[in-house]
């Protein structure tokens, strides 16, 4: 039979396998957080027909020839391209802006994939709804020492968001002012500002700050405290002074700043409660220190809660505080596109994607999320179609020569005739 018939059919068969791929390519180009594919070609072997020879004293040489034996796929390969990112306003909702990949415990192992679509399931774990993977990150509590609380070195768990949980209250220990403290003013002047702090019960106490000028000393304020809401009294530290230097700032070691020792008399244990001046300055003008700050809090219940750029899942409670509550994880491989797809949009380990390592968002090449958004398929409508059409013309002068090649034959048989 002839070599092109078998060729023309090798043609035909790998041309189907590139429709196949263009067909599924449109078919998820709506599909959220969907890789589209490509296909190359390569020539398959040869069939030698005359060998080259060499270049002698009276000849010059001749080239090989050879017959080729039809065509094969080269590669079906995955493009990790950014995609579009839609905007969908559900706070669960997370895209990835880099080459990460979300990592999710499917009870089996792990699974990858670049849809955040997630949701809270009934035990306020964070997971893929559809599938009911979970999503794994650092939970907040494992690492004292970091302001976050959250320890990025450990091996990722599941994330719990416990909305409704309650939070304890916590005293007061400091209260920061920051303001001035008119330089101008006469002997006698008093300024006052009042501050609310916070007992172990979560009981507040107005505390009221009386701050007068000296009368002998023009860079010395000297000041009281007491409770003037809420109960209880101060029992030591509620007075002192502070004594500024010439240029307008606080001078700290000879200005007498005691602790206060604050009794509520409600049932609630007396604390103390340190004062910090630090900020404070003394300038002609109007006098406006206030204490701005304090860090304690009443009881509340975690109300809401909202994803950074970073991953951190922030809660934010009924008593006005916000506090890190966990921190997603992101996967990252050498060779992303190495990863073997295992259906639902997600992707599994292979021999050449290499060894997943985890990343924090926003550091690094592992990228940043956007809350609130999905990342859209990135498949190339206009490149589809086009390939589509090439890849049909190419099926059909395949078939053209089969056609032509059975004509061939056709008219060998007849030489009989």
Request: no cysteine.
């Amino acid at each position: 039979m002839m070599r092109s018939m078998f060729s023309a059919v090798s043609g035909l068969r790998n041309h189907q396998v590139e429709m196949d791929v263009i067909g599924n390519n449109i078919a998820n180009v709506n599909t959220v957080g969907f890789k589209a594919s490509r296909v190359t070609f390569q020539d398959m072997i040869y069939e030698l027909i005359r060998s080259a020879s060499a270049p002698s004293a009276n000849l010059g040489g001749s080239n090989p020839e050879q017959a080729g034996l039809g065509m094969m796929v080269r590669s079906i390969d995955t493009l990790m391209t950014q995609g579009s990112l839609e905007s969908t306003g559900k706070s669960t909702d997370v895209a990835i802006q880099g080459d990460g990949f979300f990592v999710l415990d499917t009870g089996q192992g792990q699974a990858y994939t670049r849809v955040g679509a997630f949701d809270l399931n009934l035990k306020k774990d964070l997971v893929d709804p559809a599938t009911g993977y979970y999503v794994m990150g650092w939970m907040a509590g494992n690492n004292p020492s970091d302001p976050s609380g959250i320890d990025t070195g450990m091996d990722p768990t599941h994330i719990n968001v416990p909305v409704g949980q309650m939070s304890i209250a916590q005293q007061t220990s400091s209260v920061t002012f920051t303001g001035n403290l008119d330089a101008s003013a006469a002997g006698g002047t008093t300024v006052t500002t009042t501050r609310q702090v916070y007992d172990s019960q979560g009981v507040p106490h107005s505390l009221t700050f009386t701050f007068t000028k000296d009368n002998t000393n023009v860079n010395q304020w000297n000041y009281t405290a007491q409770v003037t809401s809420g109960g209880g009294s101060i029992t030591s530290g509620g007075s002192g002074y502070l004594k500024f230097k010439a240029d307008g700032t606080l001078d700290t070691t000879n200005s007498s700043i005691p602790p206060m020792a604050i009794n509520p008399a409600d049932g609630a244990a007396a604390f103390s409660v340190n004062n910090d001046f630090s900020k404070a300055i003394q300038f002609a003008g109007t006098s406006d220190l206030k204490a701005v700050y304090q860090d304690g809090f009443p009881m509340g219940v975690l109300d809401d809660f909202s994803i950074g750029v970073d991953g951190t899942i922030t809660g934010a409670f009924t008593n006005g505080m916000n506090k890190p509550l966990a921190r997603i994880a992101l996967g990252m491989f050498g060779n992303p596109a190495g990863l073997l797809r295992s259906g639902a949009t997600m992707f599994k380990q292979s021999n050449n994607s290499g060894e997943l390592h985890y990343g924090r968002p926003a550091e690094g090449a592992t990228g940043s999320l956007v809350s609130g958004s999905l990342e859209m398929a990135n498949v190339d409508l206009s490149r589809e179609f086009t390939n589509m059409i090439t890849t049909e013309r190419g099926f059909q002068a395949n078939s053209r020569v089969i056609t032509t090649s059975d004509q061939m034959l056709q008219e060998l048989v007849n030489l009989i005739r």
